[in-house]
T-cell receptor, first 114, second 114 residues
Framework: DAGVIQSPRHEVTEMGQEVTLRCKPISGHDYLFWYRQTMMRGLELLIYFNNNVPIDDSGMPEDRFSAKMPNASFSTLKIQPSEPRDSAVYFC????????????FGPGTRLTVT | AQKITQTQPGMFVQEKEAVTLDCTYDTSDPSYGLFWYKQPSSGEMIFLIYQGSYDQQNATEGRYSLNFQKARKSANLVISASQLGDSAMYFCAMRDGAGNMLTFGGGTRLMVKP
């Protein structure tokens, strides 16, 4: 079975540009999570969806960040405009819920904003 | 308030020996779940093991076991017979209550010496 798929794997962009990160969840998983990982702040949850509906976006740093899940097989995280402090690895993770509810992570997108 | 604490930023272990990675947590909810993830240098996050707060026995998965001490609020990961491929960052995480969000600790870097 295919795991969580993220694209692009690497993104280098200039400050002020729009960046769109993409995620395809594991088929049948109802929960989708976006995380950001930096050396300074570790792993932070940005937002999560259940059945395509955003449930908690309290971790989204500011209005420049937005996330959508138009259907069960696709989600995007958009940063507009991007800033150098947004440089990080962004992970998408999905879960089937249930008793354990373990999350399976995608390979991540390494974003560098210059 | 930090919910998950990993006090060992880095550790060395000799190949074939056992090693314990510490994790303490804080929650007032009687129902919670504890997870360990491995992040090798390639960057992906790999789910290792899960322990539920009501589970009667300590979780085990192959060479991984979880030393769960509920009264002390600790959930230490034990890796037996360390291998060179175990060199990685290890993250402890908690899901509390009926929620689906994970809170991660700061991680421990494990280095296995040949």
């Amino acid at each position: 079975d295919a795991g969580v798929i993220q694209s692009p794997r690497h993104e280098v962009t200039e400050m002020g540009q729009e960046v769109t990160l993409r995620c395809k969840p594991i088929s049948g998983h109802d929960y989708l999570f976006w995380y950001r990982q930096t050396m300074m702040r570790g792993l932070e949850l940005l937002i999560y969806f259940n059945n395509n509906v955003p449930i908690d976006d309290s971790g989204m740093p500011e209005d420049r960040f937005s996330a959508k899940m138009p259907n069960a097989s696709f989600s995007t995280l958009k940063i507009q405009p991007s800033e150098p402090r947004d440089s990080a690895v962004y992970f998408c993770a999905t879960s089937g819920g249930g008793y354990q509810g373990e999350q399976y992570f995608g390979p991540g997108t390494r974003l560098t904003v210059t | 308030a930090q919910k998950i604490t990993q006090t060992q930023p880095g550790m060395f272990v000799q190949e074939k020996e056992a090693v314990t990675l510490d994790c303490t947590y804080d929650t007032s909810d009687p129902s919670y779940g504890l997870f360990w993830y491995k992040q090798p240098s390639s960057g992906e996050m790999i789910f290792l093991i899960y322990q539920g707060s009501y589970d009667q026995q300590n979780a085990t998965e192959g060479r991984y076991s979880l030393n769960f001490q509920k009264a002390r609020k600790s959930a230490n990961l034990v890796i037996s017979a360390s291998q060179l491929g175990d060199s990685a960052m290890y993250f402890c995480a908690m899901r509390d209550g009926a929620g689906n969000m994970l809170t991660f600790g700061g991680g421990t870097r494990l280095m296995v010496k040949p």
